[in-house]
């Protein structure tokens, strides 16, 4: 059974960085597309990063591009969303999935990290 474990979450000032993981088990990720998510009170879910697990390929949402990277480990079987200069409209809770590949949608989601920006 798959499973997705984010940790790194946390209270951090405007300007400030954090460096979240998601540890990913339960079979091999090899050709899947793993992806950051969040999502802020009273705000729909969006994508803010993905990364192709065999290529490293990546993509990043428009307001993010510049301050955050996404990275993986392979050997760790872990996902990492480096984050800097964050802002207070950061503050979300974050989520990873993976996206099977062949599949449209994301089919695995973690339990979600909160990070919370303050001004």
């Known amino acids: 059974q798959v499973q997705l474990v984010e940790s790194g979450g946390g209270l951090v000032q405007a300007g400030g960085s954090l460096r979240l993981s998601c540890a990913a088990s339960?079979?091999?990720?090899?050709?899947?597309?793993m992806g950051w998510f969040r999502q802020a009170p009273g705000k729909e879910r969006e994508s803010v990063a993905r990364?192709?697990?065999?290529?490293?390929?990546?993509f990043y949402t428009d307001s993010v591009k510049g301050r955050f990277t996404i990275s993986r480990d392979n050997a760790k079987n872990t996902v990492y969303l480096q984050m800097n200069s964050l802002k207070p409209e950061d503050t979300a809770v974050y989520y990873c999935?993976?996206?099977?590949?062949?599949?449209?949608?994301?089919?695995?989601w973690g339990q979600g990290t909160q990070v919370t920006v303050s001004s």
């Open positions: 999935a993976v996206r099977t590949e062949g599949r449209s949608e994301y089919d695995y």
């Open positions: 339960g079979r091999t990720f090899s050709n899947d597309a």
């Open positions: 990364i192709r697990w065999s290529s490293g390929s990546t």
